[in-house]
């Protein structure tokens, strides 16, 4: 499928590339080619010369990915709070996060070094427990795992800029994005705001409380990110119909439309990176996980490509 949707630019096309999904998730341009996760049917996709094709199963929901640069293929499974890795399409434990995350993990990143770092939403949502702050785990080559930064607001999409030497995460229920210095032996330190968007829900809290704050609100709630060459991010916004292109100190360069769908995650890649992948669904505070199939992965040609560890 190849429909034309409406975007906030008269000369810029949004394709579907696919539709029917339950809940797509975690784009990542790698080697060639666009990987995706369906986070509710259990799912890891790849993106072949157009078709979407199944590439493996994660029984206990798949997340963030990401690669070694040795090329291994580390992938998050976030019920059990494990990262595994994939090989010979069989998956393996990396590194049992359980002593340190209480509720599900989420979205990671791995820098140059091999390092892995992954979020977590805090608590189990889930089960009716409120979001709490949750903390940003490091998950160093030789499987050994600590915490990296806590106290952060629901740690979301998170990328490392080119150099290796700065993490920017998005904090989804801090209304911001936050970055640190990123040592040689992977600490993370200097931790400061990148871009606000408001003033965010005090936490803990319930999770309804929170979506009727942000929602009322018309916040822009940050989720998946990718970094471009310029050092721009593109933020992905499941509450407003669009993707934002934001500056450092906050000022939106630019915007995508995705209509009456929220933004999930984004990636950029194509053969010059200048494609922005996105990962659509029904709004924050409408979509029913598990009943509706309005999932969707779209893509459109921006100016500037993609850089850095995603």
């Not at 975690?26 to 094709?53: S, T």
């Not at 229920?173 to 640190?180: K, M």
């Amino acid at each position: 499928m190849d429909t034309a949707m409406t975007s906030s630019s008269p000369a810029r096309e949004v394709r579907i590339l696919a539709d029917g999904m339950a809940f797509p998730e975690n784009p990542r341009w790698h080697d060639g080619r666009l990987y995706f996760c369906d986070h509710l049917l259990a799912r890891i996709h790849v993106v072949e010369q157009g078709r979407v094709e199944h590439l493996i199963d994660v029984p206990q929901q798949p997340s963030g990915m990401g690669w070694t640069p040795a090329g291994e293929h580390l992938v998050v499974s976030m019920k059990d709070r494990r990262l595994l890795r994939r090989a010979d399409d069989e998956l393996a434990e990396w590194a049992d996060l359980g002593a340190l995350a209480p509720g599900p993990l989420n979205d990671m990143v791995v820098g140059p070094g091999g390092r892995a770092y992954v979020g977590g939403f805090g608590s189990d949502l889930t089960g009716g427990e409120p979001i709490m702050p949750s903390a940003l785990l490091r998950v160093d080559p030789d499987g050994t795992a600590v915490v990296a930064a806590d106290e952060l607001a629901f740690p979301n999409g998170t990328v490392i800029t080119p150099d290796g030497r700065t993490l920017l995460v998005a904090e989804s229920y801090g209304l911001c994005l936050t970055a640190f210095d990123v040592a040689a032996d992977g600490g993370l330190s200097n931790r400061r705001t990148w871009a606000s968007f408001g003033e965010p829900p005090a936490l803990p809290a319930p999770l309804p409380e929170v979506y009727e704050q942000v929602i009322a609100a018309d916040a822009i709630v940050p989720d998946g990110i990718a970094l471009d060459a310029e050092g721009a991010v593109w933020v992905s916004n499941p509450v407003g119909g669009e993707v934002l292109r934001v500056a450092e100190g906050g000022a939106i360069l630019d915007r995508v439309s995705t209509g009456e769908l929220g933004s999930y995650a984004v990636a950029l890649g194509g053969e010059d990176r200048r494609t922005l992948y996105i990962c659509a669904n029904a709004r924050l505070g409408a979509i029913k996980p598990g009943e509706d199939r309005l999932g969707c992965l779209l893509a459109c040609e921006v100016d500037v490509p993609g850089a850095g560890w995603m």
